[in-house]
C-alpha cells in the first residue's frame, strides 16, 4: 500500500480496549505515542489511547520512505493515528498488533518531561498533569473508578438514596481545628465542608438511608502519607439503626467494593504488581475487637500504649498486622472522638464508634458509629465541645421533632483505593493531590 496521509472516511476509528473485536480487519487507532524502537527496516509504536497500549508495527515498504522517515523522528506523547490492520500476537501484551498502512500526526512533542527513567516524587507531581499519562497512574485512577462505581452499585442496590450535602458549611463537623474558612460574602465565614455527615442526619428523616459522595477537606497540617487537604468521602447513613448495624454495613460494602476491583480491574492491578491473594482475602466476617482489646493487643506487641489516646499511623499498623483482613475497632474513648458520638450506656466514657483499620499497614479506612439522639445530652455535649450553638440549632432540631436512634460512617476513597493499589502514599490515589505544601498544579 502506498504511503499516505489518512483521512477517516471508511476506516473505522476503534479503540485498544476493542481490538479484539477487529482482528484481521482495518482500524484507526487515535492516540499518542508511549515508546518507541526502530530495527532499520522497521518501527515498532506502541500507542495509548486511554483505554490500553497496544504495538504498531510500521514496515517501510508497507508505508513508503516518506512516512517511515518521518515516524522516525516522532517524540514520546505526539498524538497520532494510525491506519492499519489488527494482527493477533501472542507474544504480544495485550494480544494484538497493528500493522500500520498509514499515519497522521495531530500535535508533535519533544522533549517530554517524563521519560521512563527514575524521576524524583516532587518533580512528578509538579508535573501531575503530564504524569497520570504513565501506565502507573492510569491503572491507579481506572482502578479509582472501578472503586467508585462499586460503591454507587453497592448503595444503589440496597434501597440508598443519594442526597448530596452542601460543601460551604457554617460550622464544624470533625473538630475546629482542620477548618479551612472561606469568605462567604462582605460579612460571613464559611467553612469548607469536612463531613455531609450533620446534614445525612437530617436527610435520613426524610429519607430513611441515604448517602452523600463528595469531596472534603480537612486542614491538615500533617505531612503523613495518609493525610490529603482534599479527598472524597462516602458517607451513608441510616435511621433506626445501631453501631453494630454500622460495622455489619461497613463490612460488606468494602467486601463488595474489594470483590468488584478484583473482577474488573485485573489488568491494572497487574500494571501495579499488585498482590492480589491478599485482597482476595477480604471476605466476612471481620474481626471486631474494643478499643479496650486493641489497647492490649498493643502493649502485648511491644508498642506501648496508654489507655485514653488515639491511635497514631504505627499504632494502627501494629493492630491490623495481627489480622489477615480489615479489623472493626469499637467502642473508643468519648473524650477523643467528635461531639456527635452517642456514649454507651453501659461504661458512659466511652463512645458507640468504630474504626475499621485496613491490613498491609494502610491504617484506618472507615471512621463512624451511632449518634446521639437525645436532645439533652446532645446540648451539654455541644458546651464542653465549646461549640456555637446557634450554628447547631438546625441539628439539634433533628432531636426535637421526632429523633431516632441512627449510625453511620465515612469511608476514604483515596485512603481505600492506596490500599487496594499497593501505594506508598494517598497522593498517587487522587488525580490532582492537594496537601500541606502543594496546590500547583
Ligand atoms: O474518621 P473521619 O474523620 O469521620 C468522619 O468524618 C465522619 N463524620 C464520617 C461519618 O461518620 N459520616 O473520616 C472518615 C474517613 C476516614 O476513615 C478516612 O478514610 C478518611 O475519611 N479521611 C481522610 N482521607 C484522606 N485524608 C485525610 N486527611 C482524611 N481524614 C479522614
Ligand atoms: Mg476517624
Redesign the pocket.
Known amino acids: 500500500m502506498a504511503a499516505r496521509e489518512i483521512g477517516y472516511d471508511g476506516v473505522m476509528p476503534v479503540y485498544i480496549d476493542d481490538i479484539a473485536r477487529f482482528e484481521g480487519q482495518p482500524v484507526t487507532l487515535r492516540g499518542w505515542l508511549h515508546r518507541r524502537r526502530s530495527s532499520g527496516k522497521i518501527h515498532f509504536l506502541t500507542v495509548r489511547d486511554g483505554t490500553g497500549f497496544i504495538q504498531a508495527v510500521m514496515s517501510k515498504a508497507a508505508v513508503g520512505e516518506e512516512v517511515f522517515e518521518r515516524a522516525d523522528h516522532l517524540g514520546q506523547e505526539t498524538s497520532l493515528a494510525v491506519e492499519g490492520t489488527v494482527r493477533a500476537d501472542a507474544r504480544a501484551p495485550g494480544g494484538y498488533e497493528i500493522d500500520v498502512a498509514g499515519l497522521e500526526v495531530f500535535g508533535e512533542s519533544h522533549d517530554y518531561p517524563i521519560t521512563p527513567k527514575e524521576h524524583g516524587v516532587d518533580y512528578l507531581l509538579d508535573r501531575r498533569h503530564l504524569w497520570i499519562r504513565s501506565p502507573r497512574q492510569q491503572a491507579i485512577l481506572r482502578i479509582r473508578h472501578a472503586v467508585v462505581d462499586a460503591v454507587r452499585d453497592f448503595f444503589n442496590s440496597r434501597g440508598f438514596t443519594l442526597a448530596d450535602t452542601p460543601i460551604f458549611t457554617p460550622a464544624a463537623?470533625?473538630g475546629t481545628t482542620?477548618l479551612f474558612p472561606v469568605q462567604y460574602f462582605d460579612d460571613a465565614t464559611a467553612y469548607l465542608a469536612?463531613?455531609?455527615?450533620?446534614y445525612?442526619e437530617a436527610n435520613i428523616m426524610a429519607l430513611g438511608r441515604v448517602y452523600?459522595f463528595g469531596p472534603?477537606f480537612?486542614a491538615?497540617k500533617?505531612k503523613t502519607r495518609?493525610?490529603?487537604?482534599?479527598?472524597w468521602?462516602v458517607?451513608?447513613?441510616m435511621a433506626f439503626a445501631t453501631l453494630d448495624d454500622?460495622i455489619e454495613l461497613g463490612e460488606a460494602l468494602v467486601v463488595a467494593v474489594v470483590a468488584q476491583v478484583l473482577e474488573t480491574r485485573q489488568r491494572e492491578l497487574a500494571t501495579l504488581e499488585r498482590n492480589v491473594s491478599a485482597l482476595e482475602r477480604v471476605q466476612a466476617p471481620f474481626p471486631r475487637i474494643t478499643y479496650d482489646e486493641a489497647v492490649e493487643t498493643l502493649n502485648a506487641n511491644g508498642q506501648a500504649f496508654e489507655w485514653g489516646g488515639d491511635f497514631g499511623g504505627t499504632d494502627e499498623t501494629v493492630l491490623a498486622e495481627q489480622f489477615d483482613r480489615p479489623v472493626a475497632v469499637h467502642r473508643f474513648p468519648s473524650k477523643i472522638k467528635?461531639f456527635?458520638m452517642k456514649s454507651d450506656a453501659d461504661r458512659p466514657e466511652l463512645s458507640l464508634s468504630v474504626?475499621?483499620l485496613a491490613p498491609e499497614g494502610y491504617?484506618?479506612?472507615?471512621?463512624?458509629?451511632q449518634r446521639e439522639d437525645d436532645l439533652d445530652v446532645l446540648l451539654a455535649r455541644i458546651k464542653t465541645h465549646d461549640l456555637p450553638q446557634e450554628a447547631f440549632e438546625w441539628y439539634l432540631d433533628l432531636r426535637r421533632y421526632g429523633t431516632v436512634p441512627h449510625s453511620?460512617?465515612?469511608?476514604?476513597?483515596?485512603?481505600?483505593l492506596a490500599w487496594l493499589c499497593g501505594l506508598e502514599h494517598?497522593r498517587e490515589a487522587i488525580p490532582y493531590p492537594r496537601m500541606l505544601y502543594r496546590l500547583y498544579p
Open positions: 463537623c470533625e482542620t469536612q463531613s455531609g455527615q450533620l445525612n452523600c472534603t480537612r491538615e500533617s495518609r493525610h490529603l487537604t482534599e479527598f468521602m458517607e451513608p447513613e454500622a467528635a456527635y474504626d475499621i491504617g484506618e479506612i472507615i471512621g463512624g458509629g453511620g460512617f465515612g469511608m476514604g476513597i483515596e485512603r481505600l494517598l
